[in-house]
């Protein structure tokens, strides 16, 4: 078992395995502008599913499609398995090592493997809208036992990351996770695209929360739309193209911050 656990922790701090997880932040930086840009040409009434699969099916069209997708699969895929090593067996510095960050190691895990599953839906041709996946996910839980209360936990739970994205913005505690520049314009830069993004990426997931919530206490499935109905509704809104341009470009400037995070990650 000491064998086996050691070849694990010696993966799990491999270069190259730290390298690739470090591609996936990324390939989510690159997916989270996308879905930006797809959010601007809402807010200027055209067009586009302002979410991950519209993002992924946008990278699945560019000539070297195939190949684009099977490096951001493995990319998302590795940092996944880098994270689950970060909650299992720790991280290098003991001050790092505590019960909240462990957690927040597990949840990353699962939203990048999800993110992995997505994009190989994609390899495989068998990609299907957020959209679509969200009211049948919800559906599917409405029917079961327990179902509307479980579907309400997960609205709020959301509602709640949501808020607590905002406020790392507001108070600027994802700084103390990065390597920052000593050129006080780049560190300026860093910091300020990390605010506008967090804030912005916790107005996305408090709305898309929200709907699952109504959703939920209506008994209309249709309604839980992901991230994508989420915007849309914004956009419905008084004043919701110019919300909604605002929001699409703070998330632009989350995916910019992630891939600030790529290179800047204190490991």
């Given amino acids: 078992m000491k064998k086996a656990a050691g070849a694990v922790e010696d993966v799990?701090?491999?270069?190259?395995?730290?390298?690739?997880?470090?591609?996936?932040?990324?390939?989510?930086?690159?997916?989270?502008?996308?879905?930006?840009?797809?959010?601007?040409?809402?807010?200027?009434?055209?067009?586009?599913?302002?979410?991950v699969s519209g993002a992924v099916a946008q990278l699945a069209a560019q000539p070297t499609g195939p190949l684009l997708l099977w490096a951001c699969f493995g990319a998302c895929a590795a940092l996944s398995l880098w994270q689950v090593g970060n909650a299992i067996l720790g991280y290098r510095l003991d001050s790092d090592n505590k019960l909240t960050k462990r957690l927040s190691a597990i949840?990353?895990?699962?939203?990048?493997?999800?993110?992995?599953?997505?994009?190989?839906?994609?390899?495989?041709?068998?990609?299907?809208?957020?959209?679509?996946?969200?009211?049948?996910?919800?559906?599917?839980?409405?029917?079961?036992?327990?179902?509307?209360?479980?579907?309400?936990a997960i609205g709020a739970g959301i509602m709640i990351t949501g808020i607590v994205f905002a406020v790392r913005g507001f108070m600027r505690t994802f700084a103390k996770d990065l390597s920052l520049s000593s050129s006080r314009p780049v560190r300026r830069f860093q910091v300020g695209v990390g605010v506008v993004g967090y804030i912005a990426k916790g107005?996305?997931?408090?709305?898309?929360?929200?709907?699952?919530?109504?959703?939920?206490?209506?008994?209309q499935p249709e309604q839980s739309?992901?991230?994508?109905?989420?915007?849309?509704?914004?956009?419905?809104?008084?004043?919701?193209?110019?919300?909604?341009?605002?929001?699409?470009?703070?998330?632009?400037?989350?995916?910019?911050?992630?891939m600030v995070k790529a290179k800047a990650l204190r490991t």
């Fill in 12 to 51: 799990s701090n491999s270069k190259a395995l730290q390298i690739a997880a470090r591609a996936g932040y990324a390939v989510s930086g690159v997916l989270h502008a996308l879905i930006g840009v797809i959010g601007l040409q809402l807010a200027s009434g055209r067009g586009g599913e302002a979410d």
């Fill in 107 to 152: 949840g990353q895990a699962v939203v990048f493997a999800g993110l992995a599953a997505t994009i190989l839906s994609f390899v495989r041709g068998s990609g299907q809208s957020n959209r679509e996946s969200t009211s049948d996910w919800t559906l599917t839980l409405l029917k079961a036992p327990f179902g509307q209360a479980l579907l309400l």
């Fill in 203 to 219: 107005i996305a997931l408090l709305l898309f929360g929200l709907l699952v919530v109504i959703a939920t206490i209506r008994v």
């Fill in 225 to 258: 739309t992901g991230l994508d109905g989420s915007l849309k509704a914004l956009r419905e809104q008084p004043y919701g193209p110019y919300l909604l341009a605002a929001v699409a470009i703070g998330l632009i400037a989350y995916g910019l911050f992630l």
